[in-house]
């Protein structure tokens, strides 16, 4: 079967490889899109300690099941279903897995890192995250670019969920990439008043003008913090979302906040400038809440998926190009460059 092979920063092969085969308890999935996430990219360009090369990545996998082990225990599947599986495998003992929170297992294991991932025709489910009930079925109707999107929605659900965003809320966002835009969508799925959008790219805020986003604003150009406080007569953002690896983006978030306001920290910093200053008593005073966020479980998957069925979230609208797998390569640079929003790798022309 073909695979893009990751050899080491800079370098991916297309090559021939064996074709996964499946002990009694794994599944075998044949792979119809494989979405290019960052921190694929990141991989990609510079490496990253989990991923040893050679190695098959990608995580935002849709496919079908091709083979289902005679012992596998997974009564809700059969053959020829489409699915999409949840990327983090935690070790089921320690007290994270034990309260359900997969994505701070304390040894994780990932499906496109620790694991083989999509960027191939084929892709094995280990035992581990067959029994962690990783599999996750989809609907009929949605075809496999739109099940592609359900791990990227799925984090960003997971973000959210600590904000409680409501009616009439003044959501702040900083980035306007594909996870920017996701958060868009979902607060105002749940209600939000408007939502405002920085960016340091007038492509990117172009490209961002599809969504349901009340002010698209370069912060290079306007003051974050004053233009908040402008648009709420002094009184702050209810929520602020940090969707971009920014220091100043997290030290705005903070100044610009409202009474009892909340910030997710979404997206990471570089790990050799992780740090930022800020009045810690805006904090104090203003009971604000500071959150932080980090992939996804099963349940947020679930919500994403429903989301996506039901035609609140439009996962299309995300999809702004497509690659055959030969061109991975030209798929990663395109999403370094800012050029679109999400690059679909398609591994099988049959699309639904």
Do not use: W
């Not at 073909?2 to 370098?11: C, T």
């Not at 320690?94 to 304390?106: I, T």
């Not at 349901?212 to 648009?231: A, C, F, T, Y």
Request: proline share 4%; hydrophobic share 40%.
């Amino acid at each position: 079967m073909k695979a893009a092979v990751y050899l080491g920063p800079g370098k991916t092969e297309i090559r021939e490889i064996e074709k996964p085969v499946i002990s009694s308890k794994e599944v075998l999935i044949k792979v119809k899109t494989c979405a290019v996430c960052g921190t694929d990219v990141r991989i990609f360009y510079h490496g990253q300690k989990n991923v040893v090369p050679p190695h098959v990545t990608g995580h935002e996998i849709a496919g079908v099941i091709e083979e289902i082990g005679k012992n596998a225990n997974v009564p809700h599947l059969k053959e020829g279903d489409k699915v999409t599986v949840v990327t983090c495998v935690g070790c089921g003992k320690c007290k994270y897995c034990k309260d359900k929170v997969y994505n701070l297992c304390d040894t994780p294991r990932y499906i496109g890192y620790y694991y083989p991932g999509g960027f191939t025709e084929y892709v094995k489910i280990p035992e581990e995250a067959v029994v962690g009930n990783n599999i996750l079925k989809a609907g009929g109707r949605l075809d496999y670019e739109e099940i592609s999107m359900v791990e990227p929605l799925s984090c960003c659900i997971n973000g959210q969920q600590f904000l409680n965003i409501r009616k009439d809320d003044f959501v702040v966002i900083f980035g306007s990439g594909p996870i920017g835009c996701m958060h868009a969508e979902l607060a105002k799925a749940q209600g939000a008043g408007a939502v405002v959008m920085f960016d340091v790219s007038d492509q990117r805020l172009e490209l961002a003008k599809t969504f349901n986003i009340d002010h698209r604003i370069n912060s290079m150009k306007v003051p974050p913090i004053e233009k908040v406080m402008e648009l709420t007569s002094g009184i702050g953002a209810d929520v602020i979302i940090t969707a971009c690896s920014a220091n100043v983006a997290q030290e705005q978030a903070v100044a610009m906040v409202a009474k009892r306001g909340r910030i997710s920290m979404f997206a990471g910093l570089p790990k050799d400038n992780p740090t930022i200053k800020f009045d810690s008593n805006v904090i104090h005073y203003k009971e604000a809440s500071v959150f932080g966020a980090f992939a996804s479980n099963r349940v947020h998957y679930e919500k994403a998926l429903d989301l996506i069925a039901k035609g609140k979230i439009n996962a299309k609208n995300f999809v702004t190009h497509r690659f055959p797998l030969e061109k991975i390569v030209d798929a990663m640079e395109t999403t370094r460059s800012g050029a679109g929003l999400k690059s679909i790798i398609v591994i099988t022309e049959n699309m639904r």
